[in-house]
């Protein structure tokens, strides 16, 4: 028996098999695009604190990753034997068989992003957060592009299991690539003629959407992107743009901006905060050293909420923003006042798939402080403040963690907080890069900026801060102007500062603050 390739190339153009194609394309193209938007619902559902609900998702992903897909399509095509209001939608083949595809891989595609979503780092969701962004909005701008990127390969693979799977839907009559090659070869005995052409088909669907989502790929991923220069337009408009400044100056009789009020923190049965009060006054800058383990980061990130208070209150200009709450979650107040205390983290948590000026404009667009030529501009104006404007349209990972850190500050900045907050914000940083982040630093500080920085860097704690704040054990032992401090007797704060004592030396009597 010899192979007939004039029939096998007659197929290429027998319009059935066209016809055919296009279904599969439909098929696939619906099942992929609504298996992944119910896929991404499904692994954001399973994540949540809502037990119940995690419950009931993690159910269905079980039990639709174990049904046969046969068996589901038989079973939803014969539906309306059992609900005859269904038959409108579930006696067409192609309805039928669609939502059996949509059903099974929405769960096989909600693990693919379940993956994708705990690859995402933490520290984008506190970024989000401390930029007053909602849960939801954190999702939708920073956590999924991410984890759709880091999901892809996996999804595009889906994509050719799918494609593949079309060929089950034969089994309700519906007319895709191997149901036609399968009439064929029964009619004209041409068996390796016909399914030799059906394999061409799927090779070239398959072939022409792994190019598309190779493309795809390539353009989710930053680190292949051209480096834009930043235009002598923005140059010189970052220019124009009033610098902005921070406008309370620190007087000891001022009114506090944020008071905290026997704050206490748990971590389990460990204690970390005992009981904090401390009164941040506007314009005021307050450093906090202490050794390590003493509860300095736990106290800063409490402040905004980055951890949840076991109990007392946090209060900004007398509205109570911070109490315990049952679910440990913050109340209604917190998301009225969040957005005025700005945060910069020891990791800097940069977003890294948005360029350098696009992680200045998220918060301020997200929260629509104005149109997006004026966000533009003050963004341009914020890193040409901090002496980034060459570098806007980079993507963070072209730039050093110096440069990172002073965006992050300038991301802070733009949503023109009363108070900043900064977390051991050169402890990730090389020795040399660091003069460069304590200068902008200083530099709000002279502007007036209302500032806690949780730092080791003591030569510029006592040379900036309007008050110390020294801490052990989770409470604060001694809080005092920086010349005062220095002259304390307190035998564990002497001792403290003398292991510190080399940079302590360094410092000059005429740069403490008295
Ligand atoms: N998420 C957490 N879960 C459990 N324990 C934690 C957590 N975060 C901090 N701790 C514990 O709380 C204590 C205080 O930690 P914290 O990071 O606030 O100290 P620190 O003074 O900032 O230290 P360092 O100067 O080393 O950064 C430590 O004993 C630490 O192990």
Request: aromatic share 10%; charged share 15%; proline share 4%.
């Amino acid at each position: 028996m010899q192979f007939d390739w004039t029939y096998f190339f007659s197929l290429f153009t027998y319009i059935d098999f066209w016809e055919a194609s296009l279904l599969v394309v439909q098929l696939s193209v619906l099942t992929w695009i609504f298996g992944n938007v119910i896929g991404i619902i499904l692994a954001l559902a399973k994540q949540s604190h809502f037990k119940t609900l995690s419950l009931i998702v993690s159910t269905y992903i079980w039990l639709f990753r174990s049904l046969p897909l046969i068996v589901l399509i038989i079973f939803i095509y014969n539906m309306p034997l059992f609900i005859p209001s269904s038959a409108e939608w579930l006696s067409s083949p192609f309805t039928s068989g669609l939502i059996a595809l949509i059903a099974s891989e929405a769960a096989y595609i909600a693990e693919i992003h379940r993956g994708g979503l705990s690859s995402v780092n933490k520290g984008q969701t506190e970024a989000g957060k401390a930029l007053g962004i909602s849960f939801a909005g954190i999702q939708r701008i920073i956590i999924i592009p991410q984890a759709f990127k880091t999901a892809l390969p996996s999804l595009s693979n889906e994509f050719v299991t799918i494609v593949k799977l079309t060929s089950l839907v034969s089994v309700i009559s519906l007319s895709e690539i191997l149901m036609v090659g399968q009439r064929l070869y029964t009619q004209n005995f041409k068996v390796m003629e016909s399914l030799l052409a059906v394999a061409c088909y799927y090779v070239a669907i398959v072939s022409i959407f792994d190019w598309m989502i190779h493309y795809i790929e390539k353009w989710f991923d930053v680190s292949n992107k051209k480096t834009v220069s930043t235009s002598d337009a923005e140059i010189e408009s970052s220019k124009i743009q009033q610098t902005y400044k921070a406008t309370p100056t620190y007087s000891t009789g001022a009114t506090p901006i944020v008071m905290l009020a026997s704050v206490k923190k748990s971590y389990g049965s460990k204690e970390v905060l005992k009981g904090i009060d401390l009164k941040i006054k506007k314009g005021e800058v307050i450093s906090i050293i202490g050794p390590s383990g003493s509860g300095k980061t736990t106290l800063i990130r409490t402040i905004n909420g980055m951890e949840m208070l076991n109990d007392g209150e946090i209060i900004i200009e007398g509205n109570s923003f911070l109490t315990p709450t049952p679910t440990g979650r913050p109340g209604k107040s917190y998301y009225e006042h969040i957005h005025r205390i700005g945060m910069v983290f020891q990791g800097f948590n940069l977003f890294p798939h948005k360029t350098v000026l696009a992680n200045i404009m998220i918060a301020p667009m997200y929260h629509k402080h104005g149109n997006e030529q004026e966000i533009k501009n003050f963004a341009l104006s914020l890193l040409h403040k901090v002496g980034l404007i060459e570098h806007a349209h980079k993507y963070p990972h072209q730039l050093s963690g110096g440069q990172q850190q002073r965006v992050a500050i300038a991301r802070a900045l733009a949503m023109k907080p009363d108070i900043m907050l900064f977390d051991e914000p050169t402890s990730a940083l090389d020795p040399e890069l660091v003069g460069e982040v304590l200068k902008v630093i200083e530099q709000l500080a002279l502007e007036g900026m209302t500032m806690v920085i949780v730092t080791h860097e003591m030569q510029f704690a006592f040379k900036v801060s309007n008050r110390v704040v020294f801490m052990e054990e989770g409470e604060i032992k001694a809080i005092d102007k920086p010349s005062l401090l220095l002259k304390s007797r307190d035998p564990r704060l002497t001792q403290f500062l003398s292991n510190q004592q080399h940079a302590l030396s360094q410092i000059e009597d005429n740069n403490v603050p008295s």
